[in-house]
C-alpha cells in the first residue's frame, strides 16, 4: 500500500508563487515515477509534471519555465514549485505515484489564483 499526502495549496494572486508538497509511504520502490496533476472545474485531469526516480522530468507546456518539479528520494517527497501563477493554473492538484503495478493518488490540495 503506498499513502499520498499534498499541502501547500491555497489562495494567491496572479503573479504569485506556491510550492507544493506530497510525501509517500508505505511501499516505496526505488524506481518509480512521481508527479503532479491537476483538474480545473469542468475540465479533464491533466498533467502538469512527473520526475523519474531517476531526475528525469517533463512538464505541460503551458508550465514550462514557470513550474519546476523536484524530489527529495530519501525523504520520499515531491515538489512542485509554481511560480508567476495564472488564473488559468487555478485547479485541484493531486500528486501520483507510479511504480511496478502501483498508481497511487493523493486526495488533492485546492490552489486558486484570483485577484
Known amino acids: 500500500q503506498v499513502q499520498l499526502v499534498e499541502s501547500g495549496g491555497g489562495l494567491v494572486q496572479p503573479g504569485g508563487s506556491l510550492r507544493l508538497s506530497c510525501a509517500a509511504s508505505?511501499?516505496?520502490?526505488?524506481?518509480?515515477?512521481m508527479g503532479w496533476y491537476r483538474q480545473a472545474p469542468g475540465k479533464e485531469r491533466e498533467s502538469v509534471a512527473t520526475?523519474?526516480?531517476?531526475?528525469?522530468?517533463n512538464y505541460l507546456a503551458s508550465v514550462k519555465g514557470r513550474f519546476t518539479i523536484s524530489r527529495d528520494n530519501a525523504k520520499n517527497t515531491v515538489y512542485l514549485q509554481m511560480n508567476s501563477l495564472k488564473p488559468e493554473d487555478t485547479g485541484v492538484y493531486y500528486c501520483?505515484?507510479?511504480?511496478?503495478?502501483?498508481?497511487?493518488w493523493g486526495k488533492g490540495t485546492l490552489v486558486t489564483v484570483s485577484s
Open positions: 508505505g511501499s516505496i520502490f526505488s524506481i518509480n515515477a
Open positions: 501520483n505515484l507510479r511504480q511496478w503495478t502501483v498508481d497511487a
Open positions: 520526475i523519474t526516480s531517476g531526475g528525469n522530468t
